[in-house]
């Protein structure tokens, strides 16, 4: 005995197997999702906080990071005694810092 699926039925689920599968690659389960980003693409109050935070320094890499419909994005400036990262709030304001010290304890 064969059983049939009806064409529309298998496309249904082929539909849905594809959504699942690209939506699981794109927010993972605790509903977060990160990406590298230029500073070309950050806000203007977020690359005016970048500019005034570097203070000559080289900017490095650029996440977007978005939780709960809230985005921020963390910078890494500078490097070896000089490196700090910062976590900045979409309106520009730095929420937490992280200076690239040396720790040999």
Not at 9 to 36: F, I, N
């Amino acid at each position: 005995m064969s059983i049939r699926i009806h064409p529309l039925a298998l496309a249904g689920l082929v539909l849905a197997a594809g959504l699942v599968v690209s939506g699981c690659k794109e927010r993972p389960s605790e509903g977060r999702y990160q990406e590298a980003v230029g500073l070309s693409q950050v806000p203007a109050p977020v690359k005016a906080t970048i500019d005034q935070q570097a203070q000559g320094r080289s900017v490095g890499e650029i996440e977007k990071q978005t939780a709960k419909g809230t985005t921020r994005y963390a910078v890494a400036l500078g490097s070896g005694n000089q490196k700090q990262e910062l976590l900045i709030d979409e309106g520009g304001k730095v929420v937490a810092t992280n200076a690239g010290e040396d720790d040999d304890d």
